[in-house]
């Protein structure tokens, strides 16, 4: 019986290979992919711990942009503050459901009261449009109406805006967490104009032409 004896080239002594110091670009885009790599786990410990941070609005009934959300847990809303809130309603004329996310600002907390007329919502001295020509849109009667204990009246400057003109006061329980802005889209396209202004003229030149 022949027999083999085990053998692999593991065994051979390898050549060595010499080592080439990194250049400057090398080690600046390992540093770089570090800290990325680092920046990817800080951000996904604090979404599992805390929830969503960061929020992308499109809409115009706000600035758009890129939203952080406070980090600090039991958040006390004051007149002014911006948060995310989930939609009460559904409006599947426009696309939207029921528990869909909105930003809005505070403008009306328990114990305050606001004015609904043919035409528009009054809180603290402020009118806010109602538009009456869309049938799908749920309206209050005219009257006064005062916010309750565990409402928050959510109102944004933007004249289309769909928001508690149209709804009411929304539950508190519905807020999901108060934000500020921490980039507007426009601040970021001026700062790719500043980067890249000859790359950008050529696209919009493109974009004409087209």
């Known amino acids: 019986m022949v027999t ?32 990325v790599l680092f920046l990817i786990l800080g951000l996904l410990c604090l979404r599992f711990s805390l929830g969503h941070l960061f929020f992308v609005n499109h809409s115009p009934s706000a600035v758009p942009g890129i939203y952080v959300a406070a980090l600090e847990r039991n958040v006390s809303y004051h007149k002014g503050d911006f948060v995310v809130a989930s939609d009460p309603y559904d409006f599947p004329e426009i696309g939207i459901h029921k528990g869909a996310l909105f930003l809005k600002q ?54 289309y805006s769909l928001d508690s003109r149209y709804f009411g006061p929304v539950p508190a329980a519905n807020v999901k967490s108060r934000v500020s802005l921490l980039v507007s889209f426009e601040t970021i396209n001026q700062w790719l104009y500043r980067l890249m202004p000859d790359v950008l003229i050529h696209v919009s030149g493109m974009d004409q032409d087209a």
């Open 106 to 159: 505070v403008r009306g907390l328990c114990g305050d009261t606001y004015r609904v007329t043919d035409t528009d919502l009054v809180m603290d001295g402020v009118s806010y449009p109602i538009n009456h020509t869309l049938s799908y849109l749920p309206h209050q009667k005219e009257g006064l109406y005062s916010i309750h204990e565990g409402e928050i009246l959510l109102l944004n400057d933007y004249p």
């Open 4 to 35: 083999f004896s085990a053998f692999s080239f593991s065994h051979l002594p390898l050549p060595k290979k010499e080592k080439r110091p990194l250049s400057a670009l090398q080690r600046f885009f390992r540093v770089l992919m570090l800290g």
